[in-house]
């Protein structure tokens, strides 16, 4: 039984509760929403026989973030790879993806899985191409190998690019930036050299067995995200969300989980129509986007332009939200980048899920807003997202030859100091009102 077979039996289980709880729901709303389709517990039975806390990922639920990490051919390490994760979560990513690629992907993705308590996902793709000299001498049961590996690893979320087939490559000839998703790359690459279809769409019903068994969740690739501006809602991203579409219906017979992957750059005034196009074409399966970039222009900067779009996205019904660090484009990230890209994620699904109302979504806002007038400062510091960063500034301000108060009356903004600050001028204002 999986989390999606249970639901329809009517079954509520210990995981649905556990999300049901830290979602102020009704257990029974969480087990509808997963036997409707809307909602996914990527928890494989491996994982959750060791360390694992389920989560929900739904547009019913708060908006979910995840960080993408791994390990380079080209750079980095397993032990950085491991620190870059576990950083990640402590400033709340609410899953991973581990994309590692090079050497000794086997044992990092082993320790990550160890490592942490939430979601872990991979593209299996890569670690075939590792294994083999060329990705053109894959056979379909390499590919199943692999998934059938990563699944007894206890990987609780898979992407597949299944949806992307022979008749879609034609319509990228128009495109600025071709193919940018690197296991769409490969899985066309493999057939064109070969004239045949994608062995994985093909091996579809083989691919669900094995994902059923561990209840892995599917996360079907979209393999022809647009990379800029110009490629952005054109048919071939549509063309493979409509067999996206076919694909989720033939996971769910299988009795499997299913999310669906969205678009990396798209204009703003496109975001709702993309969005609901694909709740639409996927019957309400969990939307799981990267971004979107909403301008091409800002590299150093991409997790402020994907940051803005993942808002939108998330707003008007995207699930979770893949992060993007400041060296998107540019390199692999390092600590601090984990950070920032992490931090402007939770800001964007924080500002969506407060517009979307969600349960006590503001709760924590109202919170900080108080302390932030009664100039209370480490209540402001514990309720901040990122409560280093937040004392750290403040410290930094404290002690500047401007505004020196150690060890004095801390009783104003750090910004505007005791004669501006419009806070204590405000109380001062009432307590001459109560004479």
Same mark, same amino acid.
């Given at each position: 039984?999986?989390?999606?077979?249970?639901?329809?039996?009517?079954?509520?289980?210990?995981? &649905? $509760?556990?999300?049901?709880?830290?979602? %102020?729901?009704?257990?029974?709303?969480?087990?509808?929403?997963?036997? /409707?389709?809307?909602?996914?517990?990527?928890?494989?039975?491996?994982?959750?026989?060791? @360390?694992?806390?389920? $989560?929900?990922?739904? $547009?019913?639920?708060? =908006?979910?973030? @995840?960080?993408?990490?791994?390990?380079?051919?080209?750079?980095?390490?397993?032990?950085?790879?491991?620190?870059?994760? /576990?950083?990640?979560?402590?400033?709340?990513?609410?899953?991973?993806?581990?994309?590692? =690629?090079?050497?000794?992907?086997?044992?990092?993705?082993?320790?990550?899985?160890?490592?942490?308590?939430?979601?872990?996902?991979?593209?299996?793709?890569?670690?075939?191409?590792?294994?083999?000299?060329?990705?053109?001498?894959?056979?379909?049961?390499? %590919?199943?190998?692999?998934?059938?590996? /990563?699944?007894?690893?206890?990987?609780?979320?898979?992407?597949?690019?299944?949806?992307?087939?022979?008749?879609?490559?034609?319509?990228?000839?128009?495109?600025?930036?071709?193919?940018?998703?690197?296991?769409? !790359?490969? =899985?066309?690459?493999?057939?064109?050299?070969?004239?045949?279809?994608?062995?994985?769409?093909?091996? *579809?019903?083989?691919?669900?067995?094995?994902?059923?068994?561990?209840?892995?969740?599917?996360?079907?690739?979209?393999?022809?995200?647009?990379?800029?501006?110009?490629?952005?809602?054109?048919?071939?991203?549509?063309?493979?969300?409509?067999?996206?579409?076919?694909?989720?219906?033939?996971?769910?017979?299988?009795? #499997?989980?299913?999310?669906?992957?969205?678009?990396?750059?798209?204009?703003?005034?496109?975001?709702?129509?993309?969005?609901?196009?694909?709740?639409?074409?996927?019957?309400?399966?969990?939307?799981?986007?990267?971004?979107? +970039?909403?301008?091409?222009?800002?590299?150093?900067?991409?997790?402020?332009?994907?940051?803005?779009?993942?808002?939108?996205?998330?707003?008007?019904?995207?699930? &979770?939200?893949?992060?993007?660090?400041?060296?998107?484009?540019?390199?692999?990230?390092? &600590?601090?980048?984990?950070?920032?890209?992490?931090?402007?994620?939770?800001?964007?699904?924080?500002?969506?899920?407060?517009?979307?109302?969600?349960?006590?979504?503001?709760?924590?806002?109202?919170?900080? !807003?108080?302390?932030?007038?009664? *100039?209370?400062?480490? !209540?402001? *510091?514990?309720?901040?997202?990122?409560?280093?960063?937040?004392?750290?500034?403040?410290?930094?301000?404290?002690?500047?030859?401007? #505004?020196? +108060?150690?060890?004095?009356?801390?009783?104003?903004? =750090?910004?505007?100091?005791?004669?501006? #600050?419009?806070?204590?001028?405000?109380?001062?204002?009432?307590?001459?009102?109560?004479?």
């Amino acid at each position: 039984m999986t989390q999606y077979t249970e639901a329809l039996s009517g079954n509520i289980t210990p995981e &649905m $509760i556990a999300v049901a709880k830290s979602e %102020f729901l009704e257990p029974e709303a969480v087990r509808h929403e997963i036997a /409707q389709g809307r909602l996914v517990i990527p928890a494989n039975k491996v994982h959750l026989q060791k @360390n694992l806390q389920p $989560i929900g990922i739904g $547009i019913a639920l708060r =908006t979910k973030i @995840n960080a993408n990490l791994g390990n380079s051919a080209l750079s980095s390490n397993a032990d950085c790879e491991i620190a870059k994760v /576990q950083y990640a979560v402590k400033y709340g990513a609410d899953t991973v993806m581990d994309l590692s =690629t090079g050497s000794d992907i086997n044992l990092i993705r082993q320790r990550i899985i160890d490592g942490v308590t939430v979601p872990v996902g991979t593209v299996p793709l890569y670690q075939v191409c590792e294994e083999l000299d060329d990705i053109l001498d894959m056979t379909p049961q390499h %590919f199943l190998d692999a998934v059938e590996h /990563q699944a007894k690893q206890g990987v609780d979320y898979m992407t597949i690019h299944a949806g992307l087939l022979r008749k879609h490559l034609p319509m990228i000839d128009s495109r600025l930036a071709g193919i940018v998703s690197r296991g769409g !790359s490969l =899985t066309a690459k493999w057939m064109v050299a070969h004239r045949k279809e994608n062995p994985f769409y093909e091996h *579809f019903d083989a691919l669900c067995e094995i994902m059923r068994e561990y209840d892995v969740c599917w996360s079907i690739g979209d393999g022809l995200r647009p990379g800029c501006l110009h490629d952005a809602s054109d048919a071939a991203q549509f063309g493979e969300l409509d067999t996206m579409g076919e694909l989720a219906d033939r996971a769910w017979k299988h009795g #499997c989980q299913v999310m669906i992957e969205g678009p990396g750059h798209i204009p703003l005034d496109e975001i709702e129509m993309n969005i609901k196009r694909q709740i639409e074409v996927c019957k309400g399966a969990p939307f799981y986007v990267l971004g979107p +970039v909403v301008c091409d222009i800002a590299p150093g900067y991409d997790h402020i332009t994907s940051a803005i779009g993942a808002t939108l996205a998330a707003y008007y019904g995207a699930a &979770m939200l893949c992060y993007v660090t400041p060296k998107e484009h540019l390199g692999l990230p390092n &600590m601090e980048d984990v950070r920032q890209g992490v931090i402007a994620y939770k800001i964007a699904a924080h500002a969506a899920d407060v517009a979307r109302k969600r349960p006590h979504a503001r709760d924590r806002d109202d919170a900080i !807003s108080r302390a932030r007038f009664a *100039f209370d400062w480490e !209540s402001q *510091f514990r309720l901040a997202l990122d409560p280093d960063r937040a004392r750290e500034y403040y410290e930094e301000s404290r002690q500047s030859g401007s #505004c020196n +108060v150690s060890g004095g009356d801390e009783r104003f903004c =750090t910004m505007c100091g005791p004669k501006f #600050c419009a806070m204590k001028t405000t109380q001062e204002l009432r307590e001459l009102a109560d004479r």
